[in-house]
């Protein structure tokens, strides 16, 4: 009998994963802008995403969706636990879509959008780590339903890893934009991402030392067998390629950054997912238990098996349209 849970949990960590990665660079851009202060080159860096920043979120819809669907008891406990954070974080994403659409329509207040741009963005991706956080701590439950307070998601490890997504992001968006752009502004990037590499990874050994000492149960995972094999060659090989994108950046390559911060990116979520698995309301729901029935499952599957490849097909052609380099007096998003 196939299961469909498993199904399911695939679809939803991919989802969760491709948003990551293209709505990570895209929040990124507004992150950088503090470090660029010429107005032509903050039209180029929000061109980069302008036509593709709202396809990237399409993503976390499917994510949403896919957990209302699929396993409904996540959706409503996941959501008690934290409501604050993820109404902050869209209303942060609200003052940052509207940015995008006036910023270029406005002349006298245009400096009044670049700081709803900043903002919206560095706020969304702060939220969006403090939701990180409070999961990885555990989401306190009472026969499948929420029990905790209405502060619990707010800690020093979620602000730590709130923190920690906004320099993922900012990585990923100097990747992004070394690739996109040139000149000056290409030449800026190149100068500030070792610094957010070096940031980076300062995060990572912070999330990597504090987990498994507050959460015995996660350094049980860690060091007990199978998960070891499976976890052992992450620390090397986010060394490996953080190396790789030092020398990327040393040796002016445009595309290599960007590839080596998407391996680490998904080198910490593969870490993330064998600290937790298989409890998708840590520490003591798994996905089983969390399941919506079978039925229910199969007939929202066939949808998403419908859905999905034009999601991809879609934003796979977006990319391609918008493929070449952004320069300045380029007539960009209108």
């Known amino acids: 009998m196939i299961d469909l849970s498993l199904i399911w949990i695939v679809i939803i960590a991919v989802g969760v994963l491709i948003y990551v990665v293209l709505d990570g660079f895209d929040l990124g851009i507004g992150i950088l ?11 180029v860096m929000m061109n980069t995403v302008a036509p593709v920043w709202d396809g990237n979120e399409t993503w976390m819809v499917l994510g949403g969706a896919g957990l209302f669907a699929a396993f409904p008891l996540v959706y409503s406990t996941v959501l008690s636990a934290l409501y604050m954070p ?9 003052f940052r879509g509207v940015a995008f659409e006036f910023r270029f329509k406005a002349h006298r207040t245009k400096h009044f959008w670049d700081k709803a741009f900043i903002g919206g963005s560095i706020l969304a991706s702060f939220f969006q780590g403090i939701i990180l956080g409070a999961y990885i701590q555990g989401i306190e439950t009472t026969h499948g339903i929420y029990s905790g307070g209405g502060l619990d998601w707010l800690t020093p490890f979620s602000i730590f890893t709130g923190i920690g997504v906004i320099v993922l992001y900012a990585t990923l968006g100097c990747g992004w934009l070394i690739f996109k752009t040139e000149a000056d502004l290409q030449n800026k990037m190149y100068s500030l991402m070792p610094k957010m590499m070096l940031a980076l990874l300062i995060i ?11 959460h015995p149960e996660i350094a049980q995972r860690w060091f007990s067998l199978p998960q070891l094999i499976y976890f052992s060659p992450v620390p090397i090989l986010v060394l490996v390629f953080s190396f790789l994108a030092f020398r990327a950046c040393k040796q002016r390559k445009e ?34 238990e969390a399941a919506a029935p079978q039925s229910s499952q199969l007939f929202a599957l066939i949808g998403a098996l419908l859905l999905i490849p034009i999601i991809i097909i879609y934003t796979a052609l977006s990319y391609w349209v918008f493929r070449d380099k952004v320069r300045i007096g380029d007539d960009g998003y209108h």
């Not at 802008?33 to 039209?43: G, M």
């Not at 680490?264 to 593969?270: C, G």
């Open 255 to 288: 595309l290599s950054p960007f590839i080596y911060t998407l391996a680490l990116v998904l080198l910490a979520y593969t870490g993330f997912l064998i600290s937790l698995w298989p409890y998708i309301i840590p520490p003591s729901v798994t996905i089983w």
């Open 33 to 43: 802008f503090p470090f660029i202060q010429a107005e032509q080159e903050r039209d």
């Open 86 to 94: 993820v109404i902050l974080m869209v209303i942060a994403l609200i």
């Open 204 to 214: 990572f050994a912070g999330v990597s030392i504090y987990t498994p000492l507050a």
